[in-house]
């Protein structure tokens, strides 16, 4: 039986490039080579897009994560729409490169979270794995996230929406008499908790709001839910999703950060399964599909909660290409639950390939 050809790609031209390295390289390790013939297409952070033919060293410094990147390669790739098989071709001699079947986008941040990735390979016709281009658009902007998630009723912490036209305009004292103090700030369009601030004074809120501002035109200020507890819970699916049980993010430090996340081996610990009455973590499940659902999501996403002391749900974020990395949340919920890393990443590629057959029988002419 001919193996499917997975195109794993990865990197991309984002402050979260090095974390989707490192996603990348868990996810060749894992991957089931008695399914899978894997090709692996790396974005370096001009955009350039490479054909890594090596499996083995495709990356430099690959166990240090402040300094791992991308091994060049010297061979550009570019897409082409209108090729039947091969959809890839390297660009100095434009020869073809490899029938992939189907592609996972490791690719955290902008320009390949957000849906542009996601929009050129549904162009092209080629199966990728994950949210589609409004799933994926909606699950990364937080303002547009959190207004459906509000109209839809369900629960989370108060927030205000800024542009940078009003960035010299923003007034502390008067955001903190409806949102308190302190507050978080946060670029409307980033994760790994880039560019994230958090402010009690009008001086550090300027900061915050420079910093945000530094990787988003748009930006979120939140309300501080004080002594709440960080919960996470994974879903997997497509037209009936399906949730993990609930990890819990245990931190060693102010806020969850992306030093904390990535980089300060003691800056968080994750407890799988958190420890949370029954009827708490029900709750928290059901929450997470009906925010998967609102947000037209796909495949799989990762839905962070804030827990208050009175047992009180909110709702945070979501994530529609969650980590893959060694101490990443999403594989190691379903792990809990019995689904092995290798057998994770299977379902995944065949909920792409689903999706795809289905949407390729509706009709394009009448």
Same mark, same amino acid.
């Given at each position: ?161 800024? #542009? ?181 990443? #299977? ?20």
């Amino acid at each position: 039986m001919k193996k499917i050809n997975v195109g794993i790609l990865f990197g991309g031209k984002s402050a979260e490039h090095e974390v989707s390295l490192q996603s990348a390289k868990n996810i060749v390790e894992a991957i089931d080579r008695d399914r899978y013939d894997i090709t692996l297409i790396g974005i370096d952070k001009d955009g350039g897009w490479h054909y890594l033919a090596d499996a083995v060293r495709f990356l430099l410094n690959s166990g240090d994560p402040e300094h791992i990147a991308l091994q060049p390669s010297g061979k550009y790739l570019a897409v082409n729409p209108a090729g039947q098989g091969e959809k890839f071709f390297c660009v100095a001699d434009y020869s073809p490169q490899n029938n992939i079947d189907v592609i996972f986008p490791v690719l955290h941040g902008s320009f390949g979270e957000d849906g542009t990735v996601q929009g050129l390979l549904k162009l092209a016709g080629i199966p990728f794995v994950g949210a589609g281009v409004l799933g994926s658009a909606v699950g990364m902007d937080k303002d547009v996230m959190k207004r459906l998630w509000r109209d839809a009723g369900l629960p989370l912490a108060r927030f205000l929406v800024f #542009h940078k036209r009003q960035e010299n305009e923003l007034d502390f004292a008067q955001i903190s008499r409806f949102l308190g103090s302190p507050v978080f700030v946060k670029p409307a369009n980033a994760g790994s908790s880039v560019g994230i601030g958090k402010a009690a004074s009008a001086a550090a809120f300027a900061a915050a709001a420079s910093e945000a501002f530094a990787f988003d035109n748009k930006i979120i200020v939140e309300e501080a839910i004080q002594g709440a507890r960080e919960l996470e819970c994974a879903v997997l699916g497509n037209e009936e999703p399906i949730a993990s049980g609930i990890g819990e993010i245990l931190l060693h430090a102010d806020f969850y950060s992306y030093r904390a996340k990535y980089l300060d081996k003691n800056g968080a610990e994750v407890k799988v399964p958190a420890d949370l009455p029954p009827a708490v973590a029900e709750q928290a499940r059901d929450l997470a599909l009906q925010a998967f659902r609102v947000v037209c999501c796909e495949g799989m996403a990762r839905v962070d909660f804030f827990l208050t002391k009175e047992n009180k749900i909110l709702l945070n974020e979501i994530n529609t290409i969650p980590g893959f990395t060694n101490i990443s949340m999403y594989p190691r919920l379903w792990r809990e639950q019995g689904l092995a890393y290798g057998e994770l990443i #299977h379902r995944l590629i065949q909920l792409a390939l689903e999706r795809h057959a289905r949407e390729s029988r509706l009709k394009t002419s009448f």
